[in-house]
């Protein structure tokens, strides 16, 4: 069965501060692993990444993976109060048709 | 225009009782989805569905029954409630079978006294 782990599990930071979140994975004929932003309700999607190496960058969050360690990093910069949330990290595997989730990081920016 | 919507936002009920959870999606995908998400904030697949044609089937209690009337609508059933039920189900799509990207519906918050 497929597997992905996310660490830390849960971090407090300050405003301006940076933030990295590892997601390590196992998972059979991997294609792409997602990251998803989960505030009060329905995870939002962030990034999609299947080519190893290749930064994907939207504003301060900027994500990238190692498919030849098996890990994916999605870094935070100049954090926010409304960063504030539970980053989820997700693999895809053409076998099964599913992504299966980490059990999240929860991030707590405090001003 | 809400692309993903479920409802009900919240249910509150007793042990052995029947509820339904419904969802319907704008979005013009082929694929739908179930996922619970435990207290933990684990999110865990438990159906998918592709053109009305049910594709994943997790080791779910035959207690729920997912129904897809058509590509746009996907429902849970679910029958004889637990205590270990209480959890929020999320309605998700994705615009082919091949997943990729998944739009999520708010949640279902299902508390079982």
């Known amino acids: 069965e497929d597997k992905v782990v996310q660490s830390p599990l849960s971090l407090v930071v300050h405003e301006g501060d940076t933030v990295t979140l590892n997601c390590s994975y196992e998972?059979?004929?991997?294609?792409?692993l997602l990251w998803y932003k989960q505030e009060k309700k329905a995870p939002t999607f962030l990034f999609m990444l299947?080519?190893?190496?290749i930064e994907k960058k939207s504003g301060r969050l900027s994500s990238i993976l190692d498919k030849k360690e098996l890990f994916s990093i999605l870094n935070i910069t100049a954090t926010q109060t409304g960063d504030s949330a539970v980053y989820l990290c997700?693999?895809?595997?053409?076998?099964?048709?599913?992504?299966?989730f980490g059990a999240g990081t929860t991030v707590t920016v405090r001003a | 225009d809400t692309a993903v919507s479920q409802t009900p936002k919240y249910l509150v009920t007793q042990m052995g009782n029947d509820k339904s959870i419904k969802c319907e999606q704008n979005?013009?995908?082929?694929?739908m989805y179930w996922y619970k998400q435990d207290s933990k904030k684990f999110l865990k697949i438990m159906f998918s569905?592709?053109?009305?044609?049910?594709?994943i089937n997790e080791t779910v209690p035959n207690r729920f029954s997912p129904k897809s009337p058509d590509k746009a609508h996907l429902n849970l059933h679910i029958n004889s409630l637990e205590l270990g039920d209480s959890a929020v189900y999320f309605c998700?799509?994705?615009?082919?079978?091949?997943?990729?990207?998944?739009?999520f519906g708010e949640g279902s918050r299902l508390t079982v006294l």
């Open positions: 998700a799509s994705s615009q082919y079978l091949a997943v990729g990207e998944l739009f």
């Open positions: 998972v059979t004929n991997f294609r792409s």
């Open positions: 299947t080519s190893s190496g």
């Open positions: 997700a693999g895809d595997g053409s076998n099964d048709y599913k992504l299966s």
């Open positions: 979005l013009g995908h082929d694929t």
């Open positions: 569905y592709n053109n009305k044609e049910l594709i």
